[in-house]
């Protein structure tokens, strides 16, 4: 009679279904237990920020023998390129979507998956837990460094009249943007990290999609091809992070700002989908 009361308290046990914050709490674990985790997030950091910080040094540096024409073009959109500029952020990007595809494929090469699946069935949860801990935690890496970037690049040009503060039009925009493309990016390396399952494929479908699609496309062409352009992630962020789009960049068709924020919830939405939709139906 013990024996079967006990076993029926495991059963009972067993079959309880696990609280969202506990997965949660799984997947926070799981996120850091990865070495490419502990060690890429804070080398991309310094990176960024000194990439950021050596445009402004150049800058800063040529300043007097700019012409006063450069000058007034500089203060037009140099202090928000030289806080974000693209050769860090192109890493950023790579980095976030290598980092959120190694967070699936990783279980499924480890064989983690089946573990997890066995603790938890319901698949649907688990993806979601993943997708909210992986977007909190490049949310945190993306706002950290598009602040670090934007404040040092600032001081390092106040002196030469050159600077920008937050209050500007179109500033806060940009450093928000600039935080929001991280957690973007590493929620499509997850949704291709669930297509592909395997670590290769997956990084270099992100380049692809994210990196070297939008640099092959010519979108002055025809409005189609001008319309496909604007709905990538990386021309969104490009056109967030322009605060004088019409006198630097006279694009006979171009982003909106709106279109923009709806093209990162877009990409956001459609990749965290597309991986519980895979995961869901493919064993482990």
């Keep these: 009679m013990t024996a079967a009361t006990g076993a029926a308290r495991r059963a009972a046990v067993t079959e309880t279904p696990a609280r969202f914050r506990d997965l949660l709490a ?12 502990r060690w890429t997030l804070p080398l991309v950091l310094l990176f960024v920020v000194g990439v950021s910080v050596n445009a402004s040094l150049a800058d800063h540096r040529n300043w007097p023998t700019y012409p006063e024409e450069r000058r007034e073009m500089f203060r037009l959109y140099g202090p928000v390129r030289d806080a974000f500029p693209e050769a860090g952020y192109l890493l950023l990007i790579l980095a976030s979507a290598t980092v959120g595809a190694l ?15 066995a603790a938890v069935p319901a698949r649907r949860a688990t993806v979601a837990a993943k997708a909210a801990v992986l977007a909190g935690v490049m949310l945190a890496l993306g706002t950290v460094t598009a602040a670090t970037s934007f404040w040092v690049s600032q001081a390092i040009l106040a002196d030469r009249g050159a600077g920008w503060s937050a209050g500007e039009p179109g500033v806060l925009r940009a450093v928000v943007a600039s935080a929001v493309l991280v957690p973007v990016c590493s929620l499509v390396g997850m949704g291709l990290g669930a297509l592909v399952r395997h670590a290769a494929g997956a990084v270099a479908a992100a380049t692809s999609l994210l990196v070297l699609v939008p640099m092959a496309v010519d979108s002055d062409e025809h409005r189609w091809i001008a319309e496909l352009y604007n709905a990538l992630p990386l021309t969104a962020w ?20 709106t279109g923009a924020w709806l093209t990162f919830a877009a990409w956001s939405l459609a990749s965290t989908l597309a991986a519980v939709a895979v995961v869901r139906r493919r064993d482990p």
């Design 103 to 117: 967070t699936v494929v990783g279980e499924y090469q480890s064989g983690l998956i089946r573990a997890t699946f």
């Design 238 to 257: 490009l056109r967030l992070i322009e605060v004088h789009p019409d006198i630097l960049n006279p694009d006979p068709y171009p982003a909106t700002v």
């Design 26 to 37: 799984a997947e926070w674990i799981k996120l850091w237990s990865l070495r490419s985790t």
